[in-house]
Protein backbone atom coordinates (compact mmCIF):
# COMPACT_ATOMS: atom_id res chain seq x y z
CA UNK A 1 0.00 0.00 0.00
CA UNK A 2 2.81 2.51 0.79
CA UNK A 3 4.61 1.53 -2.40
CA UNK A 4 1.58 1.82 -4.33
CA UNK A 5 0.85 5.61 -2.68
CA UNK A 6 4.48 6.40 -3.38
CA UNK A 7 4.58 5.39 -6.89
CA UNK A 8 1.39 7.31 -7.42
CA UNK A 9 2.62 10.31 -5.97
CA UNK A 10 5.73 10.44 -7.88
CA UNK A 11 3.91 9.57 -11.20
CA UNK A 12 1.17 12.69 -10.19
CA UNK A 13 4.04 14.90 -9.12
CA UNK A 14 6.18 14.33 -11.81
CA UNK A 15 2.96 15.24 -14.48
CA UNK A 16 3.09 18.26 -12.74
CA UNK A 17 6.24 19.58 -13.39
CA UNK A 18 5.77 18.47 -17.35
CA UNK A 19 2.91 20.59 -17.66
CA UNK A 20 4.32 23.60 -15.59
CA UNK A 21 4.55 27.02 -17.53
CA UNK A 22 8.54 27.69 -17.96
CA UNK A 23 9.89 29.50 -14.85
CA UNK A 24 11.24 32.82 -14.70
CA UNK A 25 14.87 31.70 -15.04
CA UNK A 26 14.11 30.56 -18.46
CA UNK A 27 12.97 33.37 -19.77
CA UNK A 28 14.18 36.03 -22.00
CA UNK A 29 14.89 39.53 -19.82
CA UNK A 30 15.11 42.37 -21.92
CA UNK A 31 18.15 44.64 -20.66
CA UNK A 32 19.74 47.88 -21.11
CA UNK A 33 21.09 46.85 -24.44
CA UNK A 34 17.34 45.59 -25.80
CA UNK A 35 15.04 47.71 -27.44
CA UNK A 36 11.07 47.28 -28.54
CA UNK A 37 10.37 48.47 -31.65
CA UNK A 38 6.50 48.78 -32.21
CA UNK A 39 6.25 49.26 -35.97
CA UNK A 40 2.74 51.42 -37.31
CA UNK A 41 0.54 50.30 -35.05
CA UNK A 42 -1.55 53.24 -36.41
CA UNK A 43 -5.45 53.76 -37.56
CA UNK A 44 -5.03 52.81 -41.12
CA UNK A 45 -4.01 49.34 -40.63
CA UNK A 46 -6.78 48.44 -38.45
CA UNK A 47 -10.25 47.82 -38.82
CA UNK A 48 -12.22 50.84 -40.47
CA UNK A 49 -8.69 52.08 -41.49
CA UNK A 50 -7.17 52.34 -45.26
CA UNK A 51 -5.27 49.47 -45.20
CA UNK A 52 -6.77 47.29 -42.41
CA UNK A 53 -4.96 44.14 -41.90
CA UNK A 54 -6.90 41.33 -40.42
CA UNK A 55 -6.54 41.59 -36.30
CA UNK A 56 -4.25 44.32 -36.34
CA UNK A 57 -5.90 45.89 -33.23
CA UNK A 58 -5.32 42.42 -31.51
CA UNK A 59 -1.70 43.50 -30.82
CA UNK A 60 -2.56 46.60 -28.36
CA UNK A 61 -3.10 44.43 -25.58
CA UNK A 62 -0.11 41.55 -25.91
CA UNK A 63 2.23 45.02 -26.84
CA UNK A 64 1.37 46.98 -23.65
CA UNK A 65 2.00 44.13 -21.66
CA UNK A 66 5.43 43.85 -22.93
CA UNK A 67 6.44 47.20 -22.56
CA UNK A 68 7.46 47.55 -19.18
CA UNK A 69 10.01 44.68 -19.50
CA UNK A 70 11.46 47.52 -21.73
CA UNK A 71 13.91 50.47 -20.78
CA UNK A 72 14.46 51.09 -24.57
CA UNK A 73 11.23 51.58 -26.65
CA UNK A 74 11.28 52.93 -30.26
CA UNK A 75 7.88 53.38 -32.35
CA UNK A 76 7.77 53.78 -36.27
CA UNK A 77 5.03 55.44 -38.43
CA UNK A 78 4.47 55.00 -41.96
CA UNK A 79 3.96 59.02 -43.14
CA UNK A 80 3.34 59.04 -46.79
CA UNK A 81 2.83 62.57 -48.81
CA UNK A 82 -0.21 62.33 -50.66
CA UNK A 83 0.13 61.22 -53.98
CA UNK A 84 2.86 58.98 -52.60
CA UNK A 85 4.81 56.44 -55.44
CA UNK A 86 3.40 53.30 -53.73
CA UNK A 87 0.19 54.33 -53.50
CA UNK A 88 -2.05 52.37 -56.54
CA UNK A 89 -3.82 56.12 -57.14
CA UNK A 90 -0.77 57.31 -58.55
CA UNK A 91 -0.51 54.93 -61.23
CA UNK A 92 -3.02 55.31 -63.95
CA UNK A 93 -4.70 52.07 -64.53
CA UNK A 94 -3.53 50.57 -61.65
CA UNK A 95 -5.67 48.82 -59.14
CA UNK A 96 -4.36 47.98 -55.40
CA UNK A 97 -2.47 45.37 -54.49
CA UNK A 98 -1.00 45.27 -58.08
CA UNK A 99 2.64 45.50 -58.74
CA UNK A 100 4.80 48.35 -60.61
CA UNK A 101 8.22 49.27 -61.69
CA UNK A 102 9.79 52.08 -59.82
CA UNK A 103 13.55 53.08 -59.91
CA UNK A 104 14.66 50.89 -57.17
CA UNK A 105 12.54 48.16 -58.41
CA UNK A 106 9.55 46.24 -58.17
CA UNK A 107 7.04 48.22 -55.87
CA UNK A 108 3.69 46.90 -54.13
CA UNK A 109 0.66 49.32 -54.58
CA UNK A 110 -1.50 50.33 -52.06
CA UNK A 111 -4.54 52.20 -51.40
CA UNK A 112 -3.60 55.31 -50.36
CA UNK A 113 -2.86 55.31 -46.32
CA UNK A 114 -1.10 57.23 -43.20
CA UNK A 115 -1.19 60.08 -45.05
CA UNK A 116 1.21 62.82 -42.73
CA UNK A 117 -1.10 64.69 -39.98
CA UNK A 118 -3.92 62.40 -40.34
CA UNK A 119 -6.02 60.52 -37.67
CA UNK A 120 -5.68 57.64 -40.30
CA UNK A 121 -1.90 57.65 -39.25
CA UNK A 122 -2.35 58.36 -36.14
CA UNK A 123 -0.95 55.85 -33.68
CA UNK A 124 -3.64 53.43 -31.86
CA UNK A 125 -5.05 55.81 -28.96
CA UNK A 126 -4.43 52.64 -26.21
CA UNK A 127 -1.06 51.97 -27.23
CA UNK A 128 0.32 52.56 -23.80
CA UNK A 129 4.22 52.63 -24.04
CA UNK A 130 5.78 55.06 -21.04
CA UNK A 131 9.44 54.31 -21.64
CA UNK A 132 9.55 55.08 -25.78
CA UNK A 133 12.00 57.66 -26.45
CA UNK A 134 11.56 58.06 -30.59
CA UNK A 135 9.39 57.73 -33.08
CA UNK A 136 10.91 57.39 -36.34
CA UNK A 137 8.72 58.07 -39.30
CA UNK A 138 9.02 55.96 -42.97
CA UNK A 139 7.46 56.94 -46.30
CA UNK A 140 7.77 60.41 -46.25
CA UNK A 141 10.16 60.91 -49.31
CA UNK A 142 7.09 61.04 -52.03
CA UNK A 143 9.01 58.69 -54.59
CA UNK A 144 10.65 56.18 -52.59
CA UNK A 145 8.44 53.79 -50.08
CA UNK A 146 9.55 53.05 -46.79
CA UNK A 147 8.83 49.33 -44.94
CA UNK A 148 11.91 49.23 -42.43
CA UNK A 149 12.84 50.91 -39.61
CA UNK A 150 16.23 51.05 -40.64
CA UNK A 151 16.72 51.53 -44.08
CA UNK A 152 14.44 52.79 -47.25
CA UNK A 153 12.85 50.52 -50.12
CA UNK A 154 15.52 52.02 -52.07
CA UNK A 155 18.21 50.21 -49.69
CA UNK A 156 20.17 53.08 -49.63
CA UNK A 157 18.52 55.25 -47.57
CA UNK A 158 19.02 55.02 -43.70
CA UNK A 159 16.66 56.29 -40.87
CA UNK A 160 20.14 57.00 -38.40
CA UNK A 161 17.95 54.08 -36.26
CA UNK A 162 20.57 51.78 -36.53
CA UNK A 163 23.30 54.35 -35.58
CA UNK A 164 21.23 55.68 -32.49
CA UNK A 165 21.04 52.04 -31.30
CA UNK A 166 24.74 51.27 -31.45
CA UNK A 167 25.69 55.20 -30.33
CA UNK A 168 24.02 53.62 -27.14
CA UNK A 169 25.06 50.29 -26.54
CA UNK A 170 21.93 48.70 -27.68
CA UNK A 171 22.86 45.48 -30.00
CA UNK A 172 19.49 43.39 -29.73
CA UNK A 173 16.10 44.18 -31.37
CA UNK A 174 12.44 42.77 -30.49
CA UNK A 175 10.07 43.73 -33.30
CA UNK A 176 6.19 43.57 -32.51
CA UNK A 177 3.47 45.46 -34.97
CA UNK A 178 2.16 45.89 -38.49
CA UNK A 179 2.83 43.56 -40.46
CA UNK A 180 4.59 40.75 -39.85
CA UNK A 181 5.45 39.99 -43.59
CA UNK A 182 6.18 43.58 -44.81
CA UNK A 183 7.29 46.41 -42.03
CA UNK A 184 8.19 43.73 -39.07
CA UNK A 185 9.81 41.42 -41.48
CA UNK A 186 11.77 43.85 -43.24
CA UNK A 187 12.79 45.84 -40.48
CA UNK A 188 14.10 42.42 -38.34
CA UNK A 189 16.18 41.31 -41.39
CA UNK A 190 17.75 44.71 -42.10
CA UNK A 191 18.31 44.66 -37.94
CA UNK A 192 20.48 40.99 -38.62
CA UNK A 193 22.27 42.52 -41.81
CA UNK A 194 23.16 45.47 -38.95
CA UNK A 195 24.75 43.18 -36.56
CA UNK A 196 21.65 42.81 -33.92
CA UNK A 197 20.27 39.95 -32.65
CA UNK A 198 16.84 40.12 -33.44
CA UNK A 199 13.61 38.85 -32.35
CA UNK A 200 9.94 38.88 -33.65
CA UNK A 201 7.21 38.38 -31.27
CA UNK A 202 4.74 36.45 -33.26
CA UNK A 203 1.60 36.67 -31.09
CA UNK A 204 2.59 40.77 -30.87
CA UNK A 205 1.82 41.06 -34.26
CA UNK A 206 0.18 40.18 -37.81
CA UNK A 207 0.04 39.58 -41.34
CA UNK A 208 -1.26 40.87 -44.51
CA UNK A 209 -0.50 37.44 -45.87
CA UNK A 210 -0.11 38.24 -49.81
CA UNK A 211 0.15 35.83 -52.01
CA UNK A 212 1.79 33.67 -49.50
CA UNK A 213 4.08 37.20 -48.06
CA UNK A 214 3.77 35.29 -44.74
CA UNK A 215 5.36 32.65 -45.22
CA UNK A 216 7.90 33.67 -47.50
CA UNK A 217 8.67 35.93 -44.50
CA UNK A 218 8.76 33.88 -42.23
CA UNK A 219 11.37 31.27 -44.26
CA UNK A 220 13.48 34.48 -44.72
CA UNK A 221 13.97 35.86 -41.56
CA UNK A 222 14.29 32.22 -40.28
CA UNK A 223 17.60 31.74 -42.66
CA UNK A 224 19.03 35.31 -41.88
CA UNK A 225 18.71 33.86 -38.16
CA UNK A 226 15.86 36.30 -36.65
CA UNK A 227 14.07 34.23 -33.75
CA UNK A 228 10.68 33.78 -33.43
CA UNK A 229 9.64 33.59 -29.86
CA UNK A 230 6.23 34.65 -28.75
CA UNK A 231 5.22 37.39 -25.99
CA UNK A 232 5.10 34.33 -23.02
CA UNK A 233 8.76 33.54 -23.39
CA UNK A 234 10.01 37.37 -22.03
CA UNK A 235 9.74 37.90 -18.19
CA UNK A 236 7.51 40.61 -18.11
CA UNK A 237 7.26 42.71 -14.55
Not at 50 to 63: C, D, F, H, R, S
Not at 106 to 113: A, I
Amino acid sequence: MTLSLSRRFFLTSSAAILAAPARAADKIKPDAKSVLIVTDVQNCFVDGGTLPVKGGAEVVPVINKLAPAFENIVITQDWHTPGHASFASAHGGKKPFETTQLAYGTQVLWPDHCIQGTEDAALLKDLKLPTAQLIIRKGFHKDVDSYSTFEEADRKTSTGLAHYLKGRGIDTVFVVGLATDFCVAWSALDARKLGFTAYVVEDATRAIDLNGSLAAAWKQMADAGVKRIQSADIQTP
